[in-house]
């Protein structure tokens, strides 16, 4: 069972790319997820079936890519979210620095508040307005108080799951742009949105590299998710005036944290290149999901 890479949260969208991209590189990887089903599958929230994942596979990087990213749910049920994203990467981080590996924790972008599009850096002060953020936010400081050599990448991640009954963002948006009819999208909620093939790479080069500490890795762009949606319907051949203007405000539910841009200077100085703009990365979920049309 032993393997040099531990890849948790392995069917998710980032776990699914992960496992690609060390495909590529000829990384044997070990995948872990509570449905796995060509890896290994138990409850991540098990601290022993965690120890016992450490001692058998003996990994040299570790990379934790599970989490409950629905923060309706997370709102509801606090207590069950916090077991896998704070508990969880607290426990990896700690497991990580006793068995001498190298830990990387995803973590989130949900972090900033305010009226105007800006790129944050890494220290940048947070508001934390949701369950969702306070949990994510306690994780970072948990994992590199626990494995100092640890990092922590703050991103955001669009690209095609293929679950059905919970699509990604991206899906969700070419189902409405294909469906023909007006839809909203936000002018004043803004990401640097990256796409998961792209960002799995970067991950693997940081790791590489030994960057440590909290990271920003995403688009170089930060856009808002009308441009974002109106970028991708362009790169796809949709028509691009389906998507119509709307407020973040109209949204019910759970409170969101809306100026989520990311400055990545720092990342890309680390790599070495320029991570990608926004038409690039919907340009790279165009050619993506021609890719998979054609092998279907």
């Known amino acids: 069972m032993s393997s040099p890479l531990v890849v948790l949260g392995s069917t998710g969208l980032l776990g699914q ?141 669009v690209g095609w799951r293929g679950w059905a009954a919970q699509p990604t963002f991206a899906e969700w948006v070419v189902e409405q742009l294909r469906g023909g009819q007006p839809f909203p999208a936000f002018t004043d909620m803004w990401t640097s949105s990256i796409d998961a093939d792209t960002l799995a790479a970067a991950v693997f080069d940081l790791a590489d590299h030994g960057a440590s500490g909290v990271l920003n890795v995403a688009s170089r762009t930060s856009a808002s998710k009308l441009e974002f949606i109106r970028s991708l319907a362009h790169s796809l051949g949709l028509d691009a005036t389906l998507a119509q203007p709307s407020s973040v405000s109209t949204l019910a539910g759970t409170p969101r944290a809306n100026t989520l841009g990311l400055d990545v200077g720092r990342a890309e100085a680390l790599l070495g290149r320029t991570l990608p703009s926004l038409e690039q990365v919907t340009q790279a979920l165009s050619a993506q999901l021609q890719e998979t049309a054609h092998a279907a």
């Open 17 to 157: 790319a992960l496992r690609r991209e060390a495909r590529h590189r000829r990384v044997p990887a070990l995948a872990v997820a509570r449905g796995e089903t060509c890896g290994l599958a138990f409850d991540l929230t098990d601290e022993q079936a965690l120890k016992t994942l450490f001692e058998r596979a003996r990994p040299e990087l570790v990379i934790n890519a599970a989490a409950n990213t629905r923060l309706d749910d997370v709102e509801r049920r606090p207590g069950d979210a916090y077991l896998v994203n704070t508990r969880l990467p607290a426990l990896l981080a700690r497991l990580c620095s006793q068995h001498g590996a190298k830990f990387v924790h995803v973590s989130t972008d949900h972090y900033f508040t305010g009226r105007e599009n800006q790129r944050h850096h890494e220290h940048a002060p947070v508001t934390l307005v949701n369950e969702y953020a306070r949990g994510k936010y306690a994780a970072e400081s948990l994992v590199l108080a626990s494995c100092p050599g640890a990092l922590v990448v703050r991103t955001n991640l």
